[in-house]
Nanobody, 125 residues
Framework: QVQLVESGGGLVQAGGSLRLSCAAS????????LGWYRQAPGKQRELVAT???????NDADSVKGRFTISRDNAKNTVYLQMNSLKPEDTAVYYC???????????????????WGQGTQVTVSS
């Protein structure tokens, strides 16, 4: 099973910046996609941005031009640089990973979704 460790959340004022990171680890796995979703109180979890191992990015219109997703494939780590933060960005941010996993090298790969525990981002006005 893939383990996701998140860091970087916190409290900032509007216009400030935060950098989130998430590291994925497992015995046998191949990362297909890493990224971030967020969930504000009373709202559905929504896409922030994801990135494939090849660098293909899918991000939400609400964060275009403000948030930048990147990854370090060697470390299986994804980053989210959040600039020009707005109060509406306040949410719990969840690291997401889709990876091919297997218990041993003799078993077939199985694509599976994984979620981090979430890190709180609060933007005050």
């Amino acid at each position: 099973q893939v383990q996701l460790v998140e860091s970087g959340g916190g409290l900032v004022q509007a216009g400030g910046s935060l950098r989130l990171s998430c590291a994925a680890s497992a015995r046998f796995f191949r990362v297909n996609r890493l990224g971030w979703y967020r969930q504000a109180p009373g709202k559905q979890r929504e896409l922030v941005a994801t990135i494939t191992s090849s660098g293909t990015i899918n991000d939400a219109d609400s964060v275009k031009g403000r948030f930048t997703i990147s990854r370090d494939n060697a470390k299986n780590t994804v980053y989210l640089q959040m600039n020009s933060l707005k109060p509406e960005d306040t949410a719990v941010y969840y690291c997401y990973c889709n990876a091919d996993v297997r218990s041993t090298m003799w078993q077939p790969w199985s694509a599976t979704d994984y979620w981090g525990q979430g890190t709180q981002v609060t933007v005050s006005s």
